[in-house]
């Protein structure tokens, strides 16, 4: 039994993990951010270079693919996304172009392909990291076998929700981000920089896709379209969740994730797939604005 | 370079109508007589070309270095090159154009079943050939293709009952990609399982691309097996050993013997996850012969690429076009589809992995089974492998043997099946 609930915890600290920045640039400033996934692929792709080219191990890697991500994400902000505010479908196909950019950018090498040049860890082909040795030998603690890279995702995981929760409702600028969420031009009529903070906010949940990435190659491979499949679990996530509310997105991961494993220990993962979409169906006929969402006056 | 931009602007109707008109304005292209033409179609964008360009490359590798020792009958090949894109309808597509417009008499390609599925009424309306060099489920019989990869016999025939007597593994779980080609082969692992006095105790699938493995490798971890027979393909290939060995499994006690993973797969996983599993394929690139190094070398400098490997399916690619160089020399020099097929059928070939027979009857090659075992360096160590090469029986799961054949040279006994 507890297996079971490991495998569903594990499942959901995997969708948490993807859907955390998500519910920050989708939940709270409306922009449907199909290159998400893309910026997951960044972090995946930083931890290899970064493993290649300066030998660093996974958990140096975390906070530079946090920082590289997050750089991309303002540069995304500042020259797209910037000028589509308040125009939810068209930051749908903006970015879905941008994913399609830095796809390519990281299949060709960012052009090195056209001159016949072989950059190693870069290209269409597939790449991994190396997980440290002590990740991968688990151990058996009263009867119950420890995955300790499963665990160092929760563990991981747990502190970015923590840390993303504490900034929001603990801190200055997370109030004025909450400000925004809210009603824009209020906020702005109050003095709150809110391109600024946008741009701030975007690179931040941009910055937690990068983490995601790293933490991803430690079990997938890492290849330039490893991105748009996440993408859509974790606009799962956040829809079901409610649009803006952290702690439902942490909730709607828990319980997909959860009924995930379940059925994926009784029966299969093609069944238990399709159970998750049901659920998610049911759920969103059930609370259209999702299970956790704030009252608009 | 744009493919998935290409692929979006496909979907409108727009662009297919003009695509479909195409071929049709240009039909009719004069060729010079000192060349034969031929197509070359792999997936060269999209999800499967990590795999399928360097089957393109080795094709084009086989036709430079004919070229460059005076060419078929003293004709220069000349490639047209296609890209598949990773999808069957575009193959469908293209090799209509290869066929149609082009009139190549022979295309080298295609390397998921689904794509040679899409292509084949293409060749057999047209009565054109196709060189296909992937290993394959079997239960085809087509007189327009040229079949040179392994089929399950050549991969399990020696595999199972080596497993069950040198392992001394008895109870087995079989796992794969859901698809025709694991389905199959876990069909014909089951027939080689029973004669041999062992069991198998579960039969699963996976989605093709699934990548989280974790309940499934709990359950091969609750089953009380005590060995892994995968069918996986593609990248679900590295998640799962990488969550078998975070398991704490090991391929010691538990090993994972593969039909699909090859050096490729092993490159990108890490090689630590592999060591110690076994797969079984009729070409391993550590081959320790002197034709086979030089090859190695030689695809090494072609793809300018010092640390590329060489697997299965690519030296397929490369030596089905030295056996068609063959064929069109035994037919006079003279390149049609007809005197190709005719011409192939008994030729013999020394090639990286040994020497390789087209079946007169199915049109299939005579392989040399091989198994090895991987190390930590990702290359493997061919621990066992057959004397001579053995006979390919692409109805091998319904009951073909080689004294009883379903597919002949008249074509299929449908009684039979």
Known sequence: MTDILFIGLS?????????LGLAITYGAMGVINMAHGELVMIGAY?????GIYLNFNMFVALPLAFATAAAVGLLIERLVIRRLYGRIIDTLLATWGVAILLQQMIRLQFGATFFDVTIPGLGPGLQNIDVPSFLNQPFDLAGFTVQP????????????AVLTWYLFYRTRIGMQVRAIMRNPDMAASCGIDVRRVSALTFAYGSGLAGVAGVLLAGFKTVQPDMGSSVVVDGFLVVVVGGVGSLMGTAFAALLLGQINGLVAVLSNDIVARAVVFGVVIVLIMWRPQGLFSFKNR | MTINRRKFLKKS?????????A???????????????VGVMFSLTGGLSIVEK?????????IEEINASGGVAGKEIVPIVEDGASDPKTYNEKASKLVLRDRVPTVFGCYTSASRKAVLPVFERRQNLLFYPTYYEGFECSKNVVYTGAVPNQQLSNFIPWIMENLGKKKFFIVGSNYIYPREMAKVSKILIEQGGGEWVADEYLELGHSEWGAMVNRIRESGCDVVLSNVVGDSVIAFYREFINQGLSHDTLPICATVTSEIEIGAMGAEFAAGSFTSFPYFQAIPTEANLAFVDRYRSFVKDPNAVTQHALECSYFQVYLWKQAVEAAGGEATPDTIREGIKGQVFDAPNGRVTIDPDNLHAYLTPRIAQWGADGQGTIIDE???????????????????????????????L
Request: proline share 4%.
């Open chain 2, 23 to 37: 071929p049709g304005l240009y039909a009719g292209v004069a060729k010079a007589s000192s060349e034969i033409e």
């Open chain 1, 149 to 160: 890279y499963r665990s160092f995702i929760i563990v991981v995981t747990l502190t970015l």
């Open chain 2, 13 to 21: 109707s727009a662009f297919g109508a003009t695509a479909a008109l």
């Open chain 1, 11 to 19: 499942l959901s600290s995997i969708l948490l993990l993807i859907a």
């Open chain 2, 54 to 62: 360097t089957l393109a490359d080795a094709t084009l590798m086989a």
């Open chain 2, 386 to 416: 057959y004397a001579d090469p053995i006979q390919p029986l692409p109805y091998v799961a319904y009951g073909e043997a080689g004294d009883d054949l379903f597919c002949t040279a008249e074509g299929l006994d449908t009684a039979r």
């Open chain 1, 46 to 50: 930083t931890a290899v270079l970064s």
